[in-house]
């Protein structure tokens, strides 16, 4: 963990809970991988992969790249159809796998949407409760344990406006310091990403045509820069063709960065937003990451299979394509123009992370200890990609799962050991 001091953080601790979580529709009986979780894990199979994503595989193979078929199973570069939390066509989200019918019947839980966390409540530096709004007035609910999982950007925000937060700022802002923790708010990981784009030619949008599967979301590459050796599998490509849209889209991005980022409230106030610095460039390591894939990806598009459709490409931000960005062929000739584009059309993946990290209590970047209870304070917790200690070489939505359903665990225990119940 990046000489981050934390336990049970190693595979062996965390893995009984990814399976726990996974109905992994392909490989379930895997010792990596779970059949009865509440998570339905699948794959595009590659069998309805279209004529084009078989051309890209074409190219990937031309190139050494081998189909390691399991991104979670095996660790090394390599392509694979991406895991997804499908079930069929359709996305499974916490709330459709936890808050099925007969949990969101029982007589302990209630769901409030369109409510919003105003503060936390505190006697002394124990938690009393939190404070909300909804429907328009103000509700206090009382609570001796609060678990908070509001993500990477607002539980910072929630800690700092209750007074568990750098003490320069939270003094500064009139807030009364509970509890001097300078790493909340800061370590803010995020993948960092650029994408290209093509219009499709008349033979392309055919070949896009051909799949029984109905997302074009059919292949994930995964490669290492070697910009720092130590660091490898750090960049994560998706490439893939639209017949509907009409465009060729590439995405990519920094799957292990350098870089990280800040988070701070600028006042008491919960309606205002806080000041965030993603910082995703800061270190030039990632600059060349960037670079070293816009590079390869020439390359991939430069191999017979796809360079037969001779598809124009040119930069364009993550996602969504944009087309007028300049031709990756001429861009790459200047060096200067290359790094001006990125600096200025660099964006993330929705991956914010690591802005409340796990720790050693005398560890003074640590925010939480390995159950999740907030340092300096009684009662509160935190379940959410705030807690990781360094942003996963992947997506973060089941690492998040994982992280919730561990800290489930440490949490009911220390319960017990405290209160000497049943709980």
């Given at each position: ?6 336990r ?13 979580l ?9 010792p ?28 990937l ?12 199973g ?14 069929g ?14 949990v ?23 938690i ?20 908070l ?8 925000a ?7 937060g ?110 965030i610095?993603?910082n ?20 991939v598009?430069q ?14 931000r ?102 000497h119940?049943?709980?």
């Amino acid at each position: 963990m990046g000489g981050i001091r934390c336990r049970r953080l190693g595979l062996q601790g965390v893995l009984p809970y990814f399976r726990k979580l996974e109905s992994d529709e392909q490989y379930g009986d895997d010792p990596l991988h779970g059949a009865t979780g509440p998570m339905p894990i699948s794959r595009v199979d590659p069998a309805n992969w279209n004529d084009f994503t078989r051309a890209t595989v074409a190219a990937l193979d031309q190139l050494g790249l081998e189909n390691i078929h399991d991104q979670n199973g095996r660790f090394e570069d390599g392509y694979f159809p991406p895991t997804f939390t499908l079930k069929g066509d359709e996305r499974y989200s916490a709330a459709r796998a936890y808050l099925g019918p007969d949990v969101r019947a029982r007589a302990n839980l209630t769901i409030w949407t369109e409510t919003q966390v105003e503060q936390l409540l505190f006697d002394g530096k124990v938690i009393t409760g939190v404070q909300a709004r909804r429907k328009g007035g103000q509700i206090i609910v009382a609570a001796k344990q609060v678990v908070l999982a509001a993500g990477a950007l607002q539980t910072p925000a929630i800690l700092q406006r209750a007074g568990i937060g750098p003490a320069a700022l939270l003094k500064s802002l009139g807030i009364e310091v509970l509890a001097d923790r300078p790493g909340v708010g800061q370590n803010l990981w995020e993948h960092a990403s650029l994408g290209l784009e093509a219009p499709l030619g008349e033979q392309a949008r055919q070949d896009a045509s051909t799949e029984t599967s109905t997302t074009r979301h059919q292949l994930g590459i995964r490669i290492s820069t070697n910009v720092d050796p130590a660091t490898p599998a750090d960049l994560f490509v998706h490439i893939g063709a639209d017949p509907h849209s009409g465009f060729a889209t590439i995405v990519f991005w920094v799957n292990k960065p350098s870089s990280r980022g800040w988070l701070n409230i600028i006042d008491r106030d919960p309606a205002h937003y806080a000041a965030i610095d993603f910082n995703l460039l800061a270190d030039n390591k990632d600059v060349q990451r960037i670079i070293f894939g816009l590079k390869w990806l020439q390359q991939v598009f430069q191999q017979p299979s796809l360079a037969a459709y001779a598809l124009p490409l040119s930069l364009s931000r993550f996602a969504v394509p944009a087309p007028g960005g300049p031709a990756l062929d001429s861009i790459l000739q200047d060096q200067a123009a290359l790094e001006r584009y990125i600096r200025v059309n660099v964006g993330g993946v929705w991956h914010p992370s690591g802005t409340a990290r796990l720790g050693q209590a005398d560890d003074s970047q640590a925010v939480v200890d390995s159950t999740g209870a907030v340092i300096g304070v009684t009662g509160l917790y935190v379940a959410d990609a705030s807690v990781m200690p360094t942003i996963p070489t992947a997506n973060t939505n089941l690492p998040t799962f994982m992280i919730a359903e561990k800290l489930s665990d440490a949490i009911l225990d220390s319960l017990k050991e405290s209160q000497h119940v049943s709980v």
